[in-house]
């Protein structure tokens, strides 16, 4: 389960616990209902507003649309990690801009 699929089944349990509609959250949340569908479905990345915007609606914090379903710790760690992957890769991108800056003024 990637990121998208975490985030859209959290949002859908989280949506069903607080016994919204789609229609109701898409008004509380201000955004269109066919839009708030396919956040459900995973089909599109969500920006940080509507992330904040969502959560407002539904009285959560923002980090619980990331938690794991059913606290499955192994997926848990799965998420973590490639979050961390992505930030050293990051770090690692930058690493070699600079090296390769560097590379160029030696030569």
């Known amino acids: 389960m990637d990121l998208r699929e975490t985030f ?7 949506r069903n ?7 109701d959250l898409a008004y509380e949340a201000e955004i ?9 479905k995973g089909s ?6 509507i992330i904040g915007r ?4 539904l009285g959560v914090e923002p980090a619980e649309f990331l938690k794991t379903p059913n ?6 760690n799965t998420v973590y990690f490639r979050l961390l ?3 050293l ?3 690692c991108l930058i690493t070699v801009h600079r090296l390769i800056a560097c590379y160029h003024l030696i030569y």
């Open 8 to 14: 859209a089944a959290n949002l859908r349990r989280i």
């Open 32 to 40: 269109s209902r066919s839009y708030l569908s396919q956040i459900e």
């Open 89 to 91: 890769f990051r770090k």
């Open 71 to 76: 606290g499955n710790p192994r997926l848990r």
């Open 44 to 49: 599109f990345h969500v920006s940080l507003k």
């Open 85 to 87: 992957c992505l930030g």
């Open 54 to 57: 969502l959560a407002e609606a």
């Open 17 to 23: 616990a607080k016994g919204l509609s789609q229609d």
